[in-house]
């Protein structure tokens, strides 16, 4: 007999939006690898280092004050879960990265309470990434990666950091928790790349 997680609604439906392997959810499951951080804004700070070792930080009221955008996507986990047309409202990384002087190829994510994961820089530009700090018109609770979280719709959703504290910036990949436990480097669900060898 099969056990299904609390949040999960069924097996889903035919739908060119799912991934392989993929099952649709109208609810939002949580799921961590740890403890629930709680991180008072007041001492929130993010903090982006380069690969040189240059480093700059934002406050929680100066990373409000950068433009936000309101974007809907779809969010595809691992645990073959999807959620369609999520509605999230986030500073794109350009804002942090696109006036940047780097030869950095891949970037380092890093969270409150010691979660890492790793991407390449480029999957964070191009519209394709933010840190967002809402959802569905509330503020990002911390269940769900509030006050803030890396947002990358296109990867599987472990790489969309909850409680994000930096980025580092790295000539050389390094993988995060996640890619040293066997999960797939890069993690593109429409490839199904969940684990090694994917």
């Known amino acids: 007999m099969a056990i299904v997680a609390r949040g ?5 439906r035919s739908d060119p939006a799912l991934p392989p392997g993929q099952y649709l959810t109208q609810d939002f ?3 961590s690898a740890g403890p629930t951080p709680r991180i008072d804004t007041s001492r929130w700070q993010f903090t982006l280092a380069t690969e040189t070792g240059e480093r700059q930080s934002w406050t929680w009221e100066q990373f409000l004050a950068l433009p936000s955008e309101d974007v809907t996507v779809d969010l595809h986990c691992v645990t073959k ?3 369609l047309g999520s509605h999230w409202t986030g500073v794109p990384l350009e804002e942090f990265l ?3 002087d780097t030869s950095a190829e891949y970037a380092s994510v890093s969270s409150y309470g010691g ?3 790793n991407l390449p820089v480029e999957d964070l530009l191009g519209g394709q990434a933010w840190i967002a700090h809402r959802y569905d ?5 911390p269940e769900h ?3 803030a979280r890396l947002l990358v719709p296109h990867l599987y959703l472990w790489k969309s950091a909850k409680w994000i504290r930096g980025i580092q910036l790295l000539i050389e990949d390094e993988p995060g928790f996640w ?3 066997g999960y797939h480097n890069y993690g593109d669900p429409w490839r199904e790349q969940r684990y090694w060898g994917d």
């Open 8 to 12: 999960f609604t069924g097996r889903g």
């Open 29 to 31: 499951p949580v799921l």
């Open 81 to 83: 879960w999807s959620k």
């Open 98 to 100: 696109g006036e940047l």
């Open 115 to 117: 979660y890492t994961t």
């Open 137 to 141: 018109g509330e503020d990002l609770t």
């Open 145 to 147: 990666g509030g006050p």
């Open 179 to 181: 890619e040293t436990a």
